[in-house]
């Protein structure tokens, strides 16, 4: 047992060994969270509190996931004994679906498909078809995929979207209908109705709900400040017999709102559970003290948080550098030979360059590139996503659930059959009318007579080929499961019978050569499901819960992400870049505070990823649709004390202890900057406060735009609510409004 609890300091040790009633962990960046839930888990396991299949621990990635399995069984010195239960919520969910989704009594069956964000898209832009430009899909199933995470209806969720008018909800609602019937003819759930139907499932089944509170006795949710309602639900509800339940997370971390995290979760956790314990992790084990003094001089100045304030026995270590880039391709230059810099001098070196929005990674490739620096994006395209890994899994889906007519429909000719998209229409159409599957459609057309007439025969011919191929893929899937390697045999049949790994090797294309590499890997992967009792099922259901965060690769030098994406890791060497008004905050939420809480709290997750070193740049001026604009520093910049920072900038920045008001002029669009610049061009400029009258906009103040954000009034023509202003908007511009449509910031 002291093996187990060494070397956890006081809040840790409590953290660990209180094990009845609630707890909340309150556990700062860096602090050692993951650690204690592992233990805790093995600390139950060794003080047979609680036998390993018993306790649940929830995390947020596969990989974090496997991790955590791995460290207990270490703690624990053993292999022999069974595993704790740990997955992320949507597996969880898909866990206790398979099992008990007949209950339901909604038609679905064990044997359902899991359709991705991906496999989603698609067969909402099927239902749409040519109205695509009227209903844009992506923003139709961002509408579908809020309503099910906050577990409401979709009418109730549009309801509170002013931007749609009542013509654009009663079109949205009967394309989502029809979605929701084209999922439950295929018998597949989306990702969101994992979560969705498993609550509505505990919740309206008193057997099942006490069936699995239960059996999980010991439950711990670890990053609990980015979980959302559905996902709050699940708790309570597997809770529902007792109330030892251990939520470990951070509300300075919480940035999800996107995503529908809710951080009111984490704030009334007292609330939901009245005897809960709160413990307070704030020793942190990750940076160094200058650098966790700068995040905690920004996230300070939120207020909807709980109080907390991190400190570390770490040493002091270097100021935060600064850099101010005349342009964005200056900030890529400057970050790209600082990244050569560094690794001449420690070629292990690990770095990561985050930044707020994906679109800015462009600039950084580049230069790196050009410098022959190799690098990974986190977040690109993600390993499952590619089409040679989607067509292979969307034959393994077809052989388990024939229902499923997406999957039907993306290999139906891959590789090329003779089943062109007139032929695909027709099954579409006799499928439609007779309200069968694409599989029952091609069933009927290949055994009736009376459609031979209306198909040519060559199509006939190549439905029943693919027919005949479908069905003795289902039987050799159904042998193989007998065999020592039931899904890795199964996952190489594949390849190989479908004439999949021909047709690429035929092609003599060298990208052809890489896709049968990726194929290989998929194969490597299926090996770990070997042993597993539903194996097979497993594997494929993997391929669609997998996410982007389980693509990173430590053993990469250099990698480039979004801050979002960077959650949860550390790196000895992080640059912060596109510190702007506009950009980071983003102009998005520069309205609300709320929402600049979240800004800040991301930011606070940026800078906590370094351990060592931290540079943050910004540009004075960025391109946007084909024009150059001048930006502002970030408002979380001016948060931080300029004794914290060691500015390192090549021009005179707004840090510098000798900068005049000529050289701040130089660089930003400040009054001054603006009134000479004007007089340049020959136009006049109101100086005389008087001529506007009291409590008016001038030229010079901050005001706020619905659309744009916050800008800064260059010019004013005109009195009262008609006047025009010409505003500049970082990120957008010269905008000229009427002054009634802003008000002042």
């Known amino acids: 047992m002291k093996h187990i609890l060494s070397n956890l300091n006081e809040a840790q040790l409590q953290a660990v060994t209180t094990t ?4 909340l962990v309150l556990a700062g960046a860096g602090s050692g969270k993951t650690r204690v839930i592992a233990v805790r888990a093995a600390y139950l396991i060794a003080e047979r509190k609680a036998k390993p299949h018993n306790i649940l621990a929830v995390t947020f990635t596969n990989k974090a996931a496997e991790e955590m399995r791995e460290r207990i069984l270490k703690l624990l010195d053993q292999r022999n004994i069974s595993k704790p239960f740990i997955s992320t919520f949507h597996s969880l969910c898909a866990k206790i679906l398979r099992r008990e989704i007949s209950h339901l009594q909604e038609g679905y069956t064990s044997e359902f498909t899991i359709y991705d964000t991906d496999d989603s898209l698609r067969a909402i832009k099927n239902i749409i078809g040519a109205d695509e430009k009227k209903l844009n899909p992506k923003v139709l199933q961002r509408y ?16 509170e979207t002013p931007q749609i008018d009542q013509n654009q909800k009663c079109e949205i609602l009967k394309v989502a209908e029809k979605y929701q019937k084209s999922l439950n003819a295929a018998n597949a759930l989306d990702f969101d109705d994992l979560l969705l139907k498993t ?50 997370g951070d509300d300075n ?3 999800y709102a996107f995503r529908h995290a809710d951080i009111r979760n984490i704030l009334d956790f007292e609330k939901h559970y009245p005897k809960a314990k709160v413990i307070k992790l704030e020793q942190n084990y990750r940076s160094t003290k200058n650098i966790l003094s700068v995040a905690e001089e920004i996230i300070k100045n939120n207020k909807n948080r709980k109080p907390k304030r991190l400190w570390t026995e770490n040493e002091e270590g270097e100021k935060v550098y ?14 790209v030979t600082r990244i050569k810099e560094i690794l001449q001098e420690n070629p292990n070196q690990k770095i990561a360059v985050l930044y707020r929005t994906n679109y800015q990674s462009r ?23 590619r089409a040679e890994i989607k067509e292979i899994t969307a034959y393994l889906k077809v052989i388990l659930n024939p229902s499923d007519s997406l999957s039907l429909e993306r290999i139906i000719n891959v590789p090329p059959r003779g089943i062109g998209d007139a032929t695909l229409n027709y099954l579409n159409q006799i499928a439609i009318k007779n309200e069968i599957t694409l599989w029952d459609a091609i069933l009927l057309v290949t055994s009736e007579d009376q459609f031979h007439k209306e198909l040519p025969q060559r199509s006939i011919q190549a439905l029943k080929s693919f027919k005949n191929l479908i069905e003795y893929l289902q039987k050799e899937t159904a042998k193989l499961q007998n065999s020592p390697r039931p899904v890795s045999d199964t996952v190489s049949m594949i390849i190989k019978e479908t004439g999949y790994e021909k047709m690429l090797l035929s092609s003599g294309d060298t990208d052809d050569l890489a896709r049968l590499e990726n194929l290989e890997e998929l194969l490597n992967a299926s090996v770990s499901y070997d042993d597993r009792e539903n194996g097979l099922r497993e594997f494929v259901d993997n391929a669609s819960l997998v996410s982007s965060a389980d693509s990173y690769d430590e053993a990469e030098r250099i990698t480039l992400m979004t801050i979002h994406a960077a959650k949860g890791l550390e790196f000895p060497v992080v640059f912060l870049v596109g510190m702007e008004n506009g950009l980071f905050p983003h102009f998005r939420s520069m309205n609300q505070e709320k929402d600049m809480e979240e800004e800040r709290r991301l930011c606070y997750v940026a800078i906590t990823r370094a351990m060592k070193t931290l540079y943050i740049t910004h540009a004075t001026e960025r391109r946007s649709n084909r024009e150059t604009y001048k930006n502002e520093p970030s408002l979380f ?14 021009i005179p920045s707004w840090l510098s202890k000798q900068e005049t008001d000529k050289q701040e002029l130089k660089t930003y669009d400040f009054l001054e900057a603006i009134k000479k610049s004007l007089l340049e061009k020959g136009i ?56 009634k449509f802003v008000e002042k910031a």
Do not use: W
Request: proline share 3%.
């Open 20 to 23: 009845e009633g609630p707890v």
């Open 144 to 159: 579908i995929s809020g309503a099910k995470n906050l577990g409401i209806e979709l009418e109730e969720y549009l309801e």
């Open 199 to 248: 609550v509505q499932l505990l919740k309206y089944n008193d057997s099942i709900r006490e069936k699995y509170s239960d059996f999980f006795k010991y439950i711990m949710i670890d990053e609990y400040q980015d979980t959302n309602p559905m996902q709050f639900a699940l708790i309570k509800l597997l809770t529902s017999t007792h109330d030892n339940v251990c939520v470990v």
């Open 253 to 255: 971390q919480s940035i």
């Open 322 to 335: 600064y850099f101010n880039a005349i342009n964005a391709e200056d900030e890529a230059r400057f970050v």
């Open 363 to 385: 600039l950084f490739e580049e230069m790196l590139r050009k410098q022959g620096l190799r690098y990974r994006i986190v977040g690109a395209l993600s390993f499952y996503q």
């Open 637 to 650: 910049l001016k948060e931080i004390p300029k004794t914290m920072l060691e500015d390192i900038s090549e």
């Open 684 to 739: 006049k400029f109101a100086s005389d406060e008087s001529s506007f009258e009291s409590q008016s906009i001038h030229p010079g103040d901050y005001v706020l735009h619905k659309r744009y954000g916050r800008g800064m009034v260059l010019r004013k023509d005109g009195k009262g609510k008609d006047a025009k202003l010409t505003i500049n908007f970082p990120g957008f511009g010269q905008k000229k409004i009427l002054a």
